[in-house]
């Protein structure tokens, strides 16, 4: 019996090396009491360190100084566990890292609203006063932006502890979805009895069984239709509290309040939603494709995930894939490949699979060491795309660690996918321009299309979506099962009618995407996509001003507001272009794949 390994049996040469980040677990334990007398001497500011610019300074650094130290611990701790979740000493020490963190934010947490209390002149005038303050002048004046949002101590002290109320939508979901919900047992296409879980259905979905996934389908959402009303309500709750606190702070709307925090006027989501409209046609060839490939006389809603190209059936060893990658990415110049190299040599990555060890990948890391990637690796041609993804976020990271003080080292969210999605885009053209095999590139473009289908289109959608309920609500209507149903359904007809039957079931798909509880957050994937399609077009012409603008934005970190950075390295998302030239480029693909699949 082929049985996985434990950690201690996996060649050294393949894990990472987190004694980069503390040498010993001792050294933690060590470092992590002196961190809570820091927190704990944090009180010797509270309701004081406005009075001048001197105590302001000191209080922003030591602020941003504890900070760091608690983030090295927490990344240490829960990578430690990360490699084998089973070990009784490192669940204790995540543990103990989680109640540090929780710790420190309870002991800063009134520095925002404290320095809130000042003016903005008076602001400005301690930066002006103070070289100190001049480091963080950014942060500052983050902070002051909201200043308009603000409500008076008393009032902020009540909202706040309105936060886990305000939460009941999103943790009650959660909760039914996790753990509560339960689907039939289905027969799969051995005749296996098989109980139908959330995993398992992504499963069933890829099947070539079409019967399978048709029942599959018709079971999950015949299961949630169950529930129709106690998920509408549910949801409900979660865009009331959106609008309660969008009112409550005085923003003009629920959209309007969460752009706020990346500085992201509600045109770039309005404009996304118009520009997807405008090309939606594109993506009727791609279906159609499917239809030919897939032989069925009418696509269905669950015909949209199986393959319809043979998967290549070569394995990579990690050795293989490693060099791969790097080749595929010397566009970004010898610097890069020269740090990229360490990654493999200077133990950034941990490689293989081990019991107990977490599932998937990542990259993380701390600030003042090199940044990590978790992988699972079984040498498919996803793992190569997905150790060219997660490098994309290691290098990001590395640059901007490099390059920026502690305080703007973190690039925000609406940013983050951008660097791996450059990589991927360099991966694909290297493995296009290198294959002979017509069946391999046919996978490798729609590999491509899925990706921009599932991440821009639908993305896309769900973003629309979630702008209409708000503002069905905002308007006075009421937001019932029939209601939402209706309003999903239509967008899905928008999206796919020339092509596909709309199965009746899809009307309930809003009611299992978790990410609908963090109100418009989804748009992000789409305008990171859309980012990277550009960026990695510039990056592969040759030209090296556009490379040069690519490692700035690397190596900006979250020195500016996201938009900014990105309309910096030639990526401009106050106008249509980014999302229209991602738009062409899936044109582009399409007939690419038509014509190969023609001679498949």
Request: include cysteine; charged fraction near 30%; proline fraction near 2%.
């Amino acid at each position: 019996m082929d049985m996985l390994k434990r950690r201690d049996e996996i060649d050294d040469k393949y894990k990472w090396h987190l004694e980069d980040i503390f040498e010993s677990n001792d050294l933690w334990i060590k470092t992590a009491k002196e961190t809570e007398r820091k927190i704990d001497a944090m009180r010797k500011y509270s309701g004081k360190f406005t009075k001048n610019s001197a105590s302001v300074a000191a209080c922003t650094e030591a602020v941003f100084d504890l900070q760091k130290d608690v983030v090295k611990l927490l990344v240490y701790a829960h990578m430690r566990r990360d490699e084998d979740s089973a070990d009784p000493v490192y669940q204790d020490l995540a543990g103990k890292a989680d109640a540090l963190a929780t710790k420190y934010s309870a002991a800063v947490s009134f520095y925002e609203p404290e320095l809130l209390t000042l003016s903005t002149e008076r602001v400005k005038r301690y930066v002006k006063k103070e070289p100190v303050l001049k480091e963080y002048s950014f942060i500052l004046e983050e902070i002051m932006r909201k200043k308009s949002h603000v409500l008076s101590k008393n009032e902020e002290k009540i909202l706040a502890r309105t936060s886990e109320i305000s939460s009941a939508g999103g943790d009650i979901f959660n909760m039914f979805n996790n753990a509560d919900i339960k689907f039939p047992v289905l027969t799969d296409e051995k005749g296996n009895k098989t109980e139908l879980t959330h995993g398992r259905y992504n499963t069933f979905l890829v099947s070539p069984d079409r019967n399978l996934r048709k029942r599959a389908f018709k079971a999950l959402y015949d299961t949630y239709d169950k529930y129709r009303n106690t998920l509408a309500a549910t949801y409900a709750a979660s865009v009331k509290s959106d609008t309660f606190y969008s009112e409550i702070r005085k923003y003009s709307s629920s959209l309007t309040a969460a752009l706020y925090e990346d500085n992201v006027p509600s045109t770039v989501y309005n404009g996304l939603i118009k520009t997807v409209h405008a090309n939606i046609k594109k993506l009727t060839p791609y279906l159609v494709l499917r239809k030919k490939m897939l032989g069925v006389r009418k696509l269905h809603m669950y015909d949209l995930y199986v393959p319809f190209v043979k998967t290549p059936e070569r394995k990579y060893t990690f050795e293989e894939a490693r060099d791969i990658v790097i080749e595929a990415l010397r566009p970004m110049g010898e610097e890069y490949i020269s740090v990229l190299k360490t990654a493999f040599t200077d133990g950034w990555i941990d490689v293989y699979e081990n019991q107990g060890k977490r599932t998937g990948a990542y990259s993380w890391g701390c600030y003042g060491c090199h940044p990590y990637v978790l992988l699972n690796w079984q040498g498919s041609i996803k793992d190569v795309f997905t150790l060219a993804h997660e490098l994309g976020h290691a290098m990001h990271t590395y640059y901007s660690n490099r390059n920026q003080p502690y305080q703007y080292s973190e690039y925000k969210i609406f940013v983050a996918e951008v660097a791996s999605t450059v990589n991927e885009n360099l991966l694909m053209e290297y493995l296009l321009n290198n294959s002979k095999d017509d069946t391999e590139k046919a996978y490798l473009i729609n590999h491509y299309l899925e990706e921009f289908r599932a991440t821009v289109f639908r993305q896309t959608m769900f973003a629309e979506f979630e702008k209409q309920a708000h503002k069905m609500y905002e308007k006075g209507e009421m937001l019932t099962c029939d209601a939402l149903c209706s309003m999903y359904y239509r967008l899905q007809k928008k999206y796919f009618k020339k092509v596909m039957k709309i199965d009746k079931e899809i009307a309930m798909e809003w009611a299992r995407i978790p990410h609908f509880y963090n109100a418009f957050y989804v748009y992000k994937y789409a305008t990171g996509f859309s980012s990277a399609t550009i960026l990695a077009s510039g990056i592969l012409s040759g030209d090296s001003d556009k490379l040069d603008k690519y490692m700035t934005f690397l190596k900006s970190g979250g020195s500016d507001y996201p938009m900014e950075i990105l309309r910096k390295a030639g990526v401009d998302l106050s106008t249509s272009e980014p999302i229209q030239h991602a738009m062409d480029l899936f044109e582009e693909k399409v007939k690419q794949l038509e014509a190969l699949t023609a001679s498949v």
